[in-house]
């Protein structure tokens, strides 16, 4: 597993880095001190499994930062970091497409359960920020006749990827799986989130579920 974290604090960055070598041994971590250097560092990686970001640091605004990494690498997961407890900020991150909001105060056990949950396909969200906004954060699904049209436009090797992507598969793993390069991964996991009309590997999951695409054609 190989991990982007991008936070200006060195002290900060130490803590996490120890936390996701906590979270499964032998992890490659590689670290950012601002948002230039995360993306120039993401383009560098192309084996990334996750992007930890830092939303606020000196001389970058945090969303445009999600977005520029967003479009330089649609199909990486990205996990903000914040020292906001706000329930908006949360929740505007979730509907820019990133894959989870986990707070600075955060503890340990807790950020590694947080990063299991997106490295499975989920989405995550503190415990009070799921109280205050539950309702508005549910991922939201294309219509079901539109959703079955664009499923029946997938070939049978996307679905594979979509299968294994719902499991909770890695982008490695699902190329270890199907043997083809971790690039050609991402190309099919684009492809799926465009013709599903959905932004996340969440959303690709709730449809895949809802039309029955986990049996076999």
């Known amino acids: 597993m190989k991990i982007l974290v991008c936070d200006d604090h060195a002290l900060f960055r130490e803590g996490v880095v120890h936390a996701l070598r906590e979270l499964e041994r032998g992890a490659e971590v590689v670290e950012a001190a601002d948002g230039a250097q995360a993306l120039e560092l993401a383009g560098q990686h192309a084996d990334l499994d996750l992007v930890l970001l830092d939303l606020h640091m000196p001389g970058t605004d945090g969303w445009t930062g999600l977005a520029r990494l967003q479009q330089a690498c649609p199909t990486l997961p ?35 359960a947080a990063l299991s949950l997106v490295l499975s396909g989920g989405v995550y969200l503190p415990p009070h920020v799921l109280v205050h906004e539950a309702a508005s954060v549910s991922p939201g699904a294309a219509s079901g006749a539109k959703s079955r049209r664009a499923a029946e436009s997938l070939t049978e090797r996307q679905l594979e990827v979509l299968r ?47 039309l029955g695409l986990d049996q076999e054609r």
């Open 78 to 112: 990205i996990v903000i970091l914040s020292a906001s407890e706000d329930p908006a900020d949360a929740r505007r991150a979730i509907e820019a497409g990133a894959a989870g909001f986990v707070t600075k105060s955060t503890r340990g056990p807790v950020l590694r």
């Open 164 to 210: 294994l992507m719902s499991r909770g598969l890695t982008n490695a793993e699902i190329g270890e799986v199907l043997g083809v390069a971790i690039g050609t991964v991402k190309t099919h996991i684009g492809a799926i989130f465009e013709a599903l009309d959905v932004s996340n590997r969440t959303e690709a999951a709730l449809v895949m579920r809802d």
